[in-house]
């Protein structure tokens, strides 16, 4: 066991996490299950309501193994991928013909159940049995991602074996199920994949990512590196005549080339005021009195058309007083020294036709 990571997180689940779930504590496999079926591919907000519907309706295993299909399903319906919800009739009859109703309670034998995989067996385990047995998703990947600062990507065979590892070695045997629902509230309240709490963050003075400013680079995936269309937001911190330069790491595009502080996006978002202070503020901790007053300035999106994908880049200029904690470790450049410097083409642009003249 990670000793600082574990104790850290359990501390954090005891004294900080406020997330109310209907399924959260419970040890009834059946309801466990319910819900963990209920949630694949789909977020808790969208799936809470069916869950509460389906426990009215079907309060046990008996009720939900001889009920109609039709009924079943109408009640399903808005969930879509109603594969799911096929599996959830066959296992519950299964386990009411074959089993009398009595949940299998080892990983191995709930993972023979119908639509039951390692990620939703190691649930049941963990919250029903209190087995250890470590859960692994999206949220599991970018909590040790950024945490370990490993840039493995996630949807390859070698980041799979490497992140159940150390899934595995954090865990905690004697409190499986509190740690498995602590470290998926974490990632989901804290870890956001877009605008983590990092200032406020129980892990900050320990994460890798945090320390060496990537947290908006991890985790990596190698499908998101071949999607066609990428934006990103860079983000020019000025102090007096310097401004805050990144070199870019491993396993991406222009590896080894120097950047401005980045911020990816799913999609080119309308930039407001809100979002830069969401990201100055709740994400890196800079207090106002870092920053200057006045309306930062934003240079409209660049494009880079690549072998593969289509970059979409914007600048946004932000004057400090002084510098911020956060960024005390890092590498300031006056412009001169930054023309020295090589960067991606997009950037270069940028330099060419505004920052140099304008900034």
């Keep these: 066991m990670s000793i600082p990571f574990t104790k850290a997180l359990l501390n954090w689940d005891l004294n900080n996490n406020n997330r109310p779930m209907p399924w959260k504590g419970e040890k009834d496999p059946y309801r466990i299950w319910l819900s963990e079926i209920i949630l694949q591919q789909t977020r808790v907000e969208q799936g809470w309501p069916y869950y509460e519907r389906f426990i009215k309706n079907y309060p046990t295993i008996f009720d939900l193994a001889k009920a109609k299909d039709e009924k079943v399903f ?17 296992t519950a009859r299964h386990i009411v013909k074959e ?11 709930l993972l023979e159940l119908k639509g039951v995989g390692p990620y939703t067996a190691a649930a049941i385990a963990s919250f029903a049995y209190n087995l250890p047995h470590a859960v692994v998703d999206g949220n599991v990947f970018r909590v040790f991602a950024r945490f370990y600062g490993l840039a493995t990507p996630t949807d390859t065979k070698e980041g799979i074996v490497l992140f159940n590892q150390v899934a595995l070695e954090n865990l905690s045997k004697t409190e499986a199920g509190n740690y498995n629902q602590a470290l998926m509230d974490f990632g989901a309240t804290v870890c956001k994949p877009m605008a983590p709490l990092c200032s406020s963050c129980v892990m900050q003075n320990k994460c890798v990512a945090f320390s060496i400013n990537k947290v908006n680079q991890l985790p990596v995936k190698s499908k998101s590196i071949q999607k066609k269309n990428r934006y990103f937001d860079f983000y020019c911190f000025q102090f007096n005549d310097s401004w805050l330069i990144q070199k870019r790491g ?20 309308t930039i407001k005021e809100t979002n830069i202070q969401t990201l100055i503020k709740v994400q890196l901790g800079i207090q106002d009195k870092y920053l200057l007053t006045g309306t930062q300035i934003i240079f409209a999106p660049y494009k880079q058309q690549l072998t593969h994908q289509t970059i979409q880049a914007r600048f946004i200029i932000i004057p400090l007083k002084k510098i911020p904690p ?3 470790n890092e590498l300031w450049f006056n412009k001169n020294q930054i023309k020295k410097l090589a960067f991606p083409k997009i950037i270069n642009e940028f330099l060419q036709q505004d920052f140099l003249k304008k900034c």
């Design 74 to 90: 109408k009640l399903w319906e808005g969930l879509g991928y109603y594969n799911r919800c096929r599996n959830l009739l066959f």
């Design 99 to 109: 089993m009398d109703g009595v949940f299998p309670k080892t990983y191995a034998s």
């Design 250 to 269: 491993p396993g991406d595009i222009w590896e080894g080339l120097n950047q401005f502080y980045l911020v990816e996006q799913d999609k080119l978002q």
């Design 326 to 328: 956060v960024f005390v």
